[in-house]
């Protein structure tokens, strides 16, 4: 719950900056939620709830980041706020990059004759991924400013 809503806290923010910045937040934020969430239902899943239970309890979850994002944008118009947000939740997410997603890349079990070079150029791949998009909405941000003005 803390970490969607400190999503909501960037991308509130990012609007209330410049609707180009937030299109982007959100996109990045989509990005690394949608694997995220679905990790999270199949844990809730193995833990022993059923199915529409995971739901319920992704969904709230999930509520949270809309409250996050309601919270950023109030606070995104104060200029030194909206500062100190991108930097808590940028560190949020190196910690949850760090702490939760990193050891878990390092501990997948390869099947009987699999390649374990196979998972870490797949994992590679994925992060060369995002890095790219990242890279090309940073490139075109002028042009997607543009293409939104009236």
Request: glycine share 10%; charged share 15%.
């Amino acid at each position: 719950g803390i970490h969607n809503f400190c999503d909501g806290l960037a991308i509130g923010s990012a609007f209330a900056a410049s609707v180009t910045g937030g299109i982007s937040t959100t996109i990045a934020v989509f990005c690394h939620e949608l694997p995220h969430e679905i990790g999270d239902f199949a844990v809730l899943l193995k833990a022993g709830m059923r199915p529409k239970q995971a739901i319920v309890y992704n969904v709230v979850s999930s509520v949270l980041a809309f409250c996050g994002m309601l919270i950023g944008v109030m606070l995104g118009n104060i200029e030194s706020a909206s500062l100190w947000i991108f930097t808590v939740v940028g560190g949020m997410f190196l910690y949850v990059s760090l702490v939760d997603m990193l050891p878990e890349m390092m501990s997948v079990d390869s099947r009987d004759g699999e390649n374990p070079f196979f998972h870490l150029v797949f994992q590679a791949c994925g992060m060369f991924l995002g890095i790219g998009i990242m890279l090309i909405i940073a490139m075109y941000e002028d042009k997607m400013k543009t293409m939104m003005e009236p």
